[in-house]
T-cell receptor, first 114, second 110 residues
Framework: DAGVTQSPTHLIKTRGQQVTLRCSPISGHKSVSWYQQVLGQGPQFIFQYYEKEERGRGNFPDRFSARQFPNYSSELNVNALLLGDSALYLC?????????????FGDGTRLSIL | GQNIDQPTEMTATEGAIVQINCTYQTSGFNGLFWYQQHAGEAPTFLSYNVLDGLEEKGRFSSFLSRSKGYSYLLLKELQMKDSASYLCAVRAGGYQKVTFGIGTKLQVIP
């Protein structure tokens, strides 16, 4: 089975632009989470969606938004990009919204802001 | 909020055993994960603990003490390919918000 897939793999934007990142979870996984990882740090939680509903939001500004589609794929949108948004954006999926299910990560989208 | 502490770097010798510690402070604890992340790659799941005690999986073991807010990851028979960052992550609350530590960069030397 295919793992979590993310697109694009790399992206270069300039300040003030908007970006949309995409994620397809593992088949059968209904929960999708988004993380931001800057170099030398652990992933920081942005959003979690389950069955198309937002279940959690981290400490990120309203410029960050996301949604989940009926096929459980997800998009992360970031508006008014800042230099500090340069990071690896990771998507993770899990089977159910229960505590003992590990999250499986995609390879991420590396976003560079110039 | 949650606070997770783990050493930033460790060095160990090929064939040896290394223990990576993680301490955390959180309310509504709902499980602790360990992930391995090689440079430039995505994190991969290693282990999960929600009850006190030791979970063993091949060369990797993970221990949890909820009362002490403490976990460790034990790697045995170290191999060069074990050189990576090891992320401690805590889940708390009623949903899957998972808070990661900074990661411990392990270097295995010959």
């Amino acid at each position: 089975d295919a793992g979590v897939t993310q697109s694009p793999t790399h992206l270069i934007k300039t300040r003030g632009q908007q970006v949309t990142l995409r994620c397809s979870p593992i088949s059968g996984h209904k929960s999708v989470s988004w993380y931001q990882q800057v170099l030398g740090q652990g992933p920081q939680f942005i959003f979690q969606y389950y069955e198309k509903e937002e279940r959690g939001r981290g400490n990120f500004p309203d410029r960050f938004s996301a949604r989940q589609f009926p096929n459980y794929s997800s998009e992360l949108n970031v508006n008014a990009l800042l230099l500090g948004d340069s990071a690896l954006y990771l998507c993770a999926s899990s089977r159910e919204d229960t505590h003992n299910q590990p999250q499986h990560f995609g390879d991420g989208t590396r976003l560079s802001i110039l | 909020g949650q606070n997770i502490d783990q050493p930033t770097e460790m060095t160990a010798t090929e064939g040896a055993i290394v223990q990576i510690n993680c301490t955390y402070q959180t309310s509504g604890f709902n499980g602790l994960f360990w992930y391995q992340q090689h440079a430039g790659e995505a994190p991969t799941f290693l282990s999960y603990n929600v009850l006190d005690g030791l979970e063993e999986k091949g060369r990797f073991s993970s221990f949890l003490s909820r009362s002490k807010g403490y976990s460790y990851l034990l790697l045995k028979e170290l191999q060069m390919k074990d050189s990576a960052s090891y992320l401690c992550a805590v889940r708390a609350g009623g949903y899957q918000k998972v808070t990661f530590g900074i990661g411990t960069k392990l270097q295995v030397i010959p």
